[in-house]
């Protein structure tokens, strides 16, 4: 039993009581009290990850407390090392999206004096992001199937009120769009969770209890199909995609990066732990229609961005494409595929966060997200544009930059995937790097219609960022740099947890012949 | 000839709760006959209060003595076994709970046979005129709840059902504002009841000629010898079916709910949607788990259709429905249709039974208490006109009125299934029953009981649309220039929601104590 993650997900549902229960006015301490909540799970996180043992048993750091006997519900949680670095990932993020939101629900005018978005209750703000907090660590620690469904579900909430009262101007078509799409997926999934339970007869939903016993191939596939559909929505994969670009693009900029930096990623962590380790045949047997529908994503994702003239929009669609990806590696199964998607889920989240919040620091100043309303930003605020551009350059995976690591490794690791025996997945692995053109494209036309060129009228009266700002950015570019240089910390962290997996998928792994049959 | 009569045994102790309600009642119409006007309220209100309050005491004290009878009581026409206590206290705190809220000033008219719009009207209104029969008849129907799902044999049963329904008919008359939907509803809600009576007891005289009895335990050994496919026994059968499911509001019965909902007087509809709605799931039970019990092979699969009717149509009728009491009833249709899936848990001699009829009566419990706290909210946002039911008028409640708009999104949430709310555990233990049923080796119907829970998520997913968008309207849009005001809530509904709300977050977070209670509850079946 070690307290580690019940604190760590007890601390920010304190704060976010204490924040709510703000006398009116007092704004300012409401968002100090939250910047002091976030850091000090930041902190508290760190403390933790540090003391994980690479080498040690797969999942560290459990507590298990009975919760709901009657329905054998336990209260567990724990860690392995996927679930560790996303943790982190939540942890670093939300510090961050709480500086770049300081004014957000502050009601903001442009330039001009035309009213952008009106003033909002701040500590309502704030504390449903400190909720979203805990229930994002919530999610990623529990080792109780039943309680990560709870957590899946119940972050929706939170979410859904950030985009639907704090976001733009279609914001409540988005809100109930991405409410209704995750529900649904949830459902199904709540489904197969119940039937997960009866068949296996255990009497537990304890995930290391569960792997293994469904063996049944006809009733794995029917299980696989509950879970996988709720992950795929959530990811999103293509053609459940179409609410992300609404959502994302509705939300404010510092929702929106938990939304793709973190809970989608929930998605593509569900599929590598659930979907494949309860139900390996299943997976197998559905491996090349869910690698195919990963490269349409890929590739779709890819030209929709291009055509798109509103930044966010933009930036989800590359999202898209950027999921196709993981969820290619996580599928193609294969050591250096599965620990690339896992380095990809945290690399984006970073890449990702640091585009959004570049682009929404820019639409602060203009009021327009729409890419024809800039030009020239450069020259007025070249810090910005820099930030903005280095952001750019992480999403199309430059060499040198974190995502570019574990983009080679998704493609290398699923060309070379031995666990089919079959050119398809060579084969998708070379579609997939069309992308790679695609993405710059994408990238780099809008870095030069917004940051080059003539400078636009209104564009003139910008000011750079402020140290708040930079104090926003910074960190992300900084880690951005340093993962892409030094991708190893992480890697050490993941590459036993894949290694796990695919000893619990039964793949023929190349890895853990090297080393002598695992750990 | 043996010409002397026997006098029955009546167990007054196991049948304390329901007497003391009914003698509380008849105490009732003896105040309104003889005690001078000003002083009936002030008598009625503590003595309504108490004998509630008493009755669920009795039952407490006949749970912690577990003195549970397991045999049929009164002659056998009672069966007083542990699921009937469950029911018991739940409907006795429900009618608790709505007393308080009828207590409030200003649902009720105040003379009723004056014709809406009339002088008459206007004088008993400036004269201040209230019906405080209201009191005497909300404990008459109660009693009635209380006897009708724990009654043994049908005649009884439908004696309760008359006891329970024509108070009813009554009350839903009685409204102060908006008098003709009132009158309206009060009427259709009496002519279609009055059918489904009608049913009921054609029903059970088709059965008594099939059986020759009309003793549940009776009718049960009848089928376990006699043909099965007797047509007087088929045709007793579905009449009997369509008269409790018309009580519960299944499709294809369900026409009546949301024209009733929405023209009573609001705590008055509070009342039907929870107490009427767990009292005739009780009754639905025991009818056919209980009497018809071996005869699941021909019930289950229509029961299937109903189900999944009641659902779809509960859920995608909402979704139209422009005024809040209305959308209230059409969701309470499609909560009737999820608790019909965990009706259908059931075969033979399975092992789940115990389970299934647990999750039964945890739903009922955690979705009527959030019920009534939903319509208590209902009750305080007010027009000039009466309350605002119009769900345009609700748009920008949550600027307004931060705190009751939120507690309103927590109770739609709930209705809703979201995880950390009761409602998400109601229909939780409900699925998985339905799921461990259909898995068990000897179910007839396999796998289609796991379709029938696809279809209940896709319900799900459509209802919650319907809920989503209150939250919509109160959170995220714009408040209307003239908008409804909020009520200063009495000291009553204040305790109403605040006695929901605790319940509905409580349970969303340790559901356990309450599971246990339904378990205990529910170990040991009916008495058969």
Redesign the interface.
Known sequence: MSPWLPILMAVPVLGAIVVALLPKGSDKLAKQATLLVSLVVLVLTLVMAVQFKTGGPRFQFQAVYD?????GVKFGVGVDGIALVLIALSAVLVPIVVLASWHDADGTQSADGTLITPKR?VK?YFSLLLVLEAMMIGVFASTDIFLF???F??M??PM??MI??YGGAQ??YA??KF??YS??GG??M??AV??L???AGKGTFMFPELVGVIQDPATQKWLFAGFFIAFAIKAPLWPVHTWLPDAAAQAPAGAAVLLVGVLDKVGTFGMLRFCLELFPDAAKAFTMPIVVLAVISIIYGAIVAIGQTDMKRLIAYTSISHFGFIVMGVFAMSQVSQSGAALYMVNHGFATGALFLAAGFLIARRGSPHIADYGGVQKVTPLLAGFFLIAGLAGLSLPGLSSFVSEFMVMIGTYTSSAFGSGALAVAAIVSALAVILAAVYILWMVQRTLNGPTAEPVKAFKDLNVREIVVLAPLIALIIGFGFFPKPLLDVINPTVTQTLVNVKVDNPAIAEKGAGQ | MNDAVVAPTIEYGTLAPMLLVFGAAVVGVLVEAFAPRYMRKSIHVPLTLLSLAGAFALVIVQVVKGAVPTAPVAMGAVAVDGPSLFIWGVILVLSFVCVLMINDEGHFVASAAAVPGSADEEEAEAAGGSHTEVYPLVLFAVGGMLLFPASHDLLTMFVGLEVMSLPLYLLCGLARRRRLLSQEASMKYFLLGAFSSAFFLYGTAMIYGFAGTVSFTGINKALSTGSLLDPILLLGLSLLGVGLLFKIGAAPFQAWKPDVYQGAPTPITALMASGTLVAAVGALLRVFWVALGNLDWDWRPVMWAVAALTMVVGAILAITQTDIKRMLAYSSIAHAGFLLIGVMATFDKSAQNAKSLSAIMFYLLVYSITTVGAFAVVTMVRDPGGEAGHLSRWAGLGKRS?ILAGIFAFFL?AF?G???TSG??GK??V??AA??SG?EAGDSLGGWM?GL??LG??A??IA??FY??V??LM???DPAADGPSIAVPSMGTVAVIAISLLITVGVGL???PM??LA?QAASGLFIR
Not at chain 1, 67 to 71: D, K, L, V
Request: no cysteine; proline share 6%; charged share 5%.
């Open positions: 919760w709901i006997p009657s329905f209750s309502t469904y709870v957590f579900e119940a929706l909430i859904y009120f639907g009262s914001r409540s809100a109930v409410l209704l529900l649904f459902l199904l709540l489904v119940i039937a339970y009866v068949v | 931060p949430l809703a979201i995880p950390l998400f555990f939780y233990a699925f998985a799921l461990a898995s796991t829970v696809v998520v896709v799900s997913a919650a649309f989503v968008r939250i919509v959170f995220f849009s340790f559901p356990q599971l246990d378990n």
